[in-house]
């Protein structure tokens, strides 16, 4: 690897670091799901820095080229975090199920609620009335 | 509303043209029954239609599925304590006058679960022949995880007691729930009996499981059915 695409490498994962760590300072991206880009980005730094490390590990499982090696822990890490966004949407969608399904029994709630509201409305309103010839009094001081 | 211990849980998705005899079918042949719709955001005038005659309705704000309505049904049962609780498709494919029948039935016994089977005296509409297959296969699947029959574990027609309404309202299948329900509720070692009944053929609307689903169909529910067998929470 040239020493200039080694510099590339290294600034293109400062870069993408930073903004990660931008976007979890601006809470635009949860830190636990962060976590995972963090070690693709520091991976990807250190795998730059020391590339012996990583002609270490190519040579450990037999693979030709470390370029490689690279590609198959890309892969590896994309596959890791699909699956674990998979398990979050599958979180998500349980949740607004059940969000859901609170606002619609609530609703109901309500509806039976004022719905007997007015009934008693009514039946107070029946017997206020002066031709129902019952004396009502409301707010009458206690004597 | 009168508040009885037997609910009916109607979930309806665009099923205008058959709602309202759904409800005064139940209102006429199970009088011992309070009822709730489901009513999971029709398009079409379901909504109307139930505020227009002033039945007891729950709107799910967000179309949520048939798993997700007949959940809310179950939800609704545990709240306001019923004892008993059944899901009548909005389709008008069950006959209410078994209701009473098999809430009577659950009275008398320790049952848990009560399925209404077109299979044992083999009366009415019988589906079709793949469809039969199918069914087939289920009961088969079912001997295997559960050792026990169930002749017709694709019935809707089930009646749940305060035990199993508690179970549903806490964890209840996506779609297509009967045959993986029934394994788990076999595996949480509680009771299902099954009684012969008659169903008729849909009035209106067309069956959830068109052929093109019924791949999709097979293979969740024997992968949900295994999955209930050995993952009893």
């Known amino acids: 690897m040239s020493g200039t695409l080694q510099a590339v490498v290294a600034i293109f994962a400062i870069v993408a670091l930073m903004y990660i760590g931008n976007l979890v300072r601006?809470?635009?991206?949860e830190l636990k799901y962060a976590l995972v880009w963090f070690a693709v980005g520091t991976m990807l730094l250190i795998f730059d820095l020391a590339p012996g490390i990583?002609?270490?590990?190519?040579?450990?499982?037999?693979?030709?080229?470390?370029?490689?090696?690279?590609?198959?822990?890309?892969?590896?890490?994309?596959?890791?975090?699909?699956?674990?966004?998979?398990v979050?949407?599958?979180?998500?969608?349980?949740?607004?199920?059940?969000?859901?399904?609170?606002?619609?029994?609530?609703?109901?709630?309500?509806?039976?609620?004022?719905?007997?509201?007015?009934?008693?409305?009514?039946?107070?309103?029946s017997i206020q009335k002066p031709d129902v010839g019952i004396a009502y009094y409301v707010d009458s001081e206690e004597p | 509303m009168q508040r009885r211990n037997r609910l009916?849980?109607?979930?309806?998705?665009?099923?205008?043209?058959?709602?309202?005899?759904?409800?005064?079918?139940?209102?006429?042949?199970a009088p011992s029954f309070d009822y709730v719709v489901i009513n999971d955001c029709s398009r079409d005038d379901t909504g109307e239609l139930c505020e227009k005659y002033h039945y007891n309705v729950v709107n799910l704000p967000i179309n949520s599925g048939i798993g997700a309505a007949v959940q809310t049904g179950y939800m609704y049962a545990k709240r306001y304590g019923y004892e008993y609780?059944?899901?009548?498709?909005?389709?008008?494919?069950?006959?209410?006058?078994?209701?009473?029948?098999?809430?009577?039935?659950?009275?008398?016994?320790?049952?848990?679960?009560?399925?209404?089977?077109?299979?044992?005296?083999?009366?009415?509409?019988?589906?079709?022949?793949?469809?039969?297959?199918?069914?087939?296969?289920?009961?088969?699947?079912?001997?295997?995880?559960?050792?026990?029959?169930?002749?017709?574990?694709?019935?809707?027609?089930?009646?749940?007691?305060?035990?199993?309404?508690?179970?549903?309202?806490?964890?209840?299948p996506k779609d297509y729930p009967e045959p993986e329900t029934a394994v788990s509720i076999i595996k949480r070692g509680l009771k299902i009996k099954e009684i012969p009944v008659r169903m008729k053929?849909?009035?209106?609307?067309?069956?959830?499981?068109?052929?093109?689903?019924?791949?999709?169909?097979?293979?969740?529910?024997?992968?949900?059915?295994?999955?209930?067998?050995?993952?009893?929470?």
């Open chain 2, 201 to 233: 053929e849909r009035q209106a609307g067309v069956s959830s499981i068109s052929f093109k689903r019924s791949i999709y169909y097979m293979i969740k529910v024997s992968l949900a059915c295994v999955m209930a067998a050995f993952g009893v929470k």
């Open chain 2, 8 to 29: 009916v849980i109607i979930p309806a998705f665009n099923e205008a043209g058959c709602i309202v005899d759904t409800i005064e079918d139940i209102r006429q042949n």
């Open chain 1, 54 to 86: 990583l002609q270490w590990l190519t040579n450990l499982l037999g693979i030709a080229l470390p370029i490689n090696m690279l590609f198959f822990l890309g892969f590896g890490f994309v596959l890791l975090i699909i699956l674990t966004q998979t």
């Open chain 1, 88 to 125: 979050v949407i599958s979180n998500l969608t349980r949740k607004t199920k059940r969000l859901t399904q609170e606002v619609a029994l609530l609703h109901r709630r309500i509806d039976n609620i004022k719905s007997r509201e007015e009934e008693t409305k009514e039946i107070i309103e």
């Open chain 2, 85 to 172: 609780a059944i899901q009548v498709d909005g389709d008008g494919q069950h006959d209410a006058s078994f209701l009473e029948e098999m809430a009577d039935i659950m009275e008398d016994s320790d049952i848990n679960m009560l399925i209404g089977s077109r299979f044992i005296k083999k009366e009415g509409f019988q589906s079709s022949n793949l469809r039969r297959l199918g069914i087939k296969y289920f009961t088969f699947l079912i001997k295997v995880l559960t050792g026990k029959v169930v002749t017709d574990p694709t019935s809707g027609m089930r009646m749940v007691d305060r035990e199993v309404i508690k179970i549903f309202a806490d964890d209840y």
């Open chain 1, 26 to 29: 601006t809470k635009r991206l």
